[in-house]
């Protein structure tokens, strides 16, 4: 059975803290992982990432994947209370277009 | 350019209504896809559509039916609502197979 986990499920940092959320799949027929946050609505892309040790940056989050050992990370430095949100992961699959979300990891960043 | 396009936002239904979860989407994407997403279990997958007049099964399609009669438009239909329908519904649409996919902010349905 397909499936992604995210850890932790929920992370409280101070403003200006460095966090790492990690991503760890099974699947068959991967094509792709990528990096949503999500704030009280729709899911806004952050990365996409398809070859491993290539790390992904924007601004201050980046993104690696190995893909020997199937797993990602995000990486926030100097988080800022702006940065509060769900964090989900996805995998792609090459059959049929299909996306399978890990549960998400919640981050709340306080003053 | 308005993006992914969902109507209504909110939805109470008493269980055995039928209703229609509109989705729309002006980037004259190919791949469009429903998603309920519930406390702990994430996005799951319920129906996506590969273009007009293709459509497939996600993970949890049982009791949704969908069409695509058009590239543009993508509804999800509830014949029958049940109290474990309720969820937040999210649509999709991505330009081709394995790019991210963009979506609609959602429609909270409660089904009593």
């Known amino acids: 059975e397909d499936k992604v986990v995210q850890s932790p499920l929920s992370l409280v940092v101070h403003e200006g803290d460095t966090v790492t959320l990690n991503c760890s799949y099974e699947?068959?027929?991967?094509?792709?992982l990528l990096w949503y946050k999500q704030e009280k609505k729709a899911p806004t892309f952050l990365f996409m990432l398809?070859?491993?040790?290539i790390e992904k940056k924007s601004g201050r989050l980046s993104s690696i994947l190995d893909k020997k050992e199937l797993f990602s990370i995000l990486n926030i430095t100097a988080t800022q209370t702006g940065d509060s949100a769900i964090y989900l992961c996805?995998?792609?699959?090459?059959?049929?277009?299909?996306?399978?979300f890990g549960t998400g990891t919640s981050l709340t960043v306080i003053p | 350019n308005a993006g992914v396009t969902q109507t209504p936002k909110f939805q109470v239904l008493k269980t055995g209504q039928s209703m229609t979860l509109q989705c729309a989407q002006d980037m004259n994407h190919e791949y469009m896809s429903w998603y309920r997403q519930d406390p702990g279990m994430g996005l799951r997958l319920i129906h996506y559509s590969v273009g007009a007049g293709i459509t497939d099964q996600g993970e949890v399609p049982n009791g949704y039916n969908v069409s695509r009669s058009t590239t543009e438009d993508f509804p999800l239909r509830l014949l029958s609502a049940a109290p474990s329908q309720t969820s937040v519904y999210f649509c999709?649409?991505?330009?081709?197979?394995?790019?991210?996919?963009?979506f609609g902010n959602g429609t909270r349905l409660t089904v009593t």
């Open positions: 699947v068959t027929n991967f094509r792709s």
């Open positions: 398809t070859s491993s040790g």
């Open positions: 996805a995998v792609s699959l090459n059959t049929g277009n299909q996306f399978y």
């Open positions: 999709a649409s991505s330009s081709t197979v394995g790019s991210p996919l963009h």
